[in-house]
């Protein structure tokens, strides 16, 4: 399964509607759970996810208009709460 906070990603349509459920979203790659995901798809083994500072901020790019991402491939495993599981602003950026 792929999911996208980006509309233009075909991955969009299954992060919407478990968000429209109110479904909590959790990523794991070799295992470990990781944070500030906008794109992950278990099939590929793909997570791309914000590159954060030591102090744990996100960092922008050269330009400060885009935030920075990094790319990463492993095993990915995907879970999906139950509906009303996290609140609907979480991971949302519409």
Known sequence: MRLCTDPADPGYLNWRRFRKDGRKITIF???QEIK???LCDDIEGTVRRA???ADGRPQLTEDR???L???IHGSVRIE???P???PEHCWDRN
Do not use: A, K
Request: aromatic share 0%; hydrophobic share 30%; proline share 0%.
């Open 69 to 71: 991402t990094e790319t």
């Open 36 to 38: 500030e995901v906008d």
């Open 29 to 31: 790659l070799n295992g």
């Open 65 to 67: 208009e885009e935030l």
């Open 80 to 82: 999906i709460g139950e």
């Open 84 to 86: 009303g599981s996290e």
């Open 51 to 53: 590159v954060m500072s």
